[in-house]
């Protein structure tokens, strides 16, 4: 079974950083897109910064410049760098796989548990 497991959210105060990790576990064939996404209360689940499958990035506007993904293809992780944090970064982050299980197999996207990320004024 596939399962995606983050860590690294928590209690920060307005200018920190915090750095997010996730992992992929269990059998695949092939792991593509990989990325980040947030939901705020009452708000909507947002792209933050994900790999696409051809291994650009793309970033939400308001989180360029201080996020920074980056991955490890062979350890099947993706990370969040998260840098002079604001208020309104406040969410839970989840972390997506878009998974190959199997060479037959089609695209399959997978989610984290998510973490809270809490950024105090």
Known sequence: QVQLVESGGGLVQAGGSLRLSCGVS???FRLNAMGWYRQAPGNQ???????TSSGSTNYADSVKGRFTI????????????MNNLKP??????Y???????TYRSTDEIYWGQGTQVTVSS
């Open 70 to 81: 980056s991955r490890d293809n062979d350890k099947k992780m993706v990370y969040l760098e």
């Open 45 to 51: 689940r947002e792209l933050v910064a994900g790999f």
């Open 26 to 28: 269990g059998s695949i």
């Open 95 to 101: 972390c997506y796989g878009v998974v190959q299980r």
């Open 88 to 93: 309104e970064d406040t969410a839970v982050y």
